[in-house]
């Protein structure tokens, strides 16, 4: 079965720092780009970070620039968003996604269930 | 960045209906325009990629058009488990953005 699950999430105090995981299985995951995608409590959906297949390029949406890294290990199948001097404004839940491979295809076709960050004193 | 401007945000209908979103992009996505539909406290779901194409396993009556910066989804014979919120996404870029969604609720 092809699923993403991600880890990590919680409570956290403004300033803090939090490291998310998101485990692959069932697809090749050497072979897409992966995102992380979120969504703050009652707001639209909201792309974060993506990463190429062998991690030699990142992007990232401008406000998290600075603050979040997104990184890959192929050998583990497995995504990380490093996320520091979190903010109230960064409160959502994280989903990984498989964006496409090299043709864009099969994109946004896979997304974890998502997990919960909440930055609060 | 790509703008993805997204209408209405809301939209009331009856099982039965034909419902129609829209979905405007700053700059021309080159049909790489996805739609997805979500239901509350789940991940979305993709409906359609390539501004038209529809992933195996996803009803007919949902449809997608458009090319440049104007694209649609139509929802044929709204059914009870269509009211939900819907996005979509330009994915032309490595920047890939969200309209603000449409939610569509029942009449």
């Known amino acids: 079965e092809v699923q993403l699950v991600e880890s990590g999430g919680g409570l956290v105090q403004p300033g803090g720092s939090l490291r998310l995981s998101c485990a692959a299985s069932?697809?090749?995951?050497?072979?897409?780009?992966m995102s992380w995608v979120r969504q703050a409590p009652g707001k639209g959906l909201e792309w974060v970070a993506n990463?190429?297949?062998?991690?030699?390029?990142?992007n990232y949406v401008d406000s998290v620039k600075g603050r979040f890294t997104i990184s890959r290990d192929n050998a583990k199948n497995s995504l990380y968003l490093q996320m520091n001097s979190l903010r109230a404004e960064d409160t959502a839940v994280y989903h990984c996604?498989?964006?496409?491979?090299?043709?864009?295809?099969?994109?946004?076709?896979?997304w974890g269930q998502g997990t919960l960050v909440t930055v609060s004193s | 960045d790509i703008q993805m401007t997204q209408s209405p945000s809301t939209l009331s209908a009856s099982v039965g209906d034909r419902v129609t979103i829209t979905c405007r992009a700053s700059?021309?996505?080159?049909?790489?325009l996805a739609w997805y539909q979500q239901k509350p406290g789940k991940a979305p779901n993709l409906l359609i990629y390539?501004?038209?194409s529809l992933p195996s396993g996803v009803p007919s009556r949902f449809s997608g058009s458009g090319s440049g910066t104007e694209f649609t989804l139509t929802i044929n014979c709204l059914q009870p488990d269509d009211f939900a919120t819907y996005y979509c996404q330009q994915y032309n870029s490595y920047f890939p953005t969200f309209g603000g969604g449409t939610k569509v609720e029942i009449k």
């Open positions: 990463i190429k297949q062998d991690g030699s390029e990142k």
């Open positions: 996604v498989r964006d496409g491979d090299d043709n864009w295809n099969d994109w946004g076709t896979v």
């Open positions: 700059q021309s996505i080159n049909n790489w």
């Open positions: 069932g697809f090749t995951f050497s072979n897409y780009w």
């Open positions: 390539k501004a038209s």
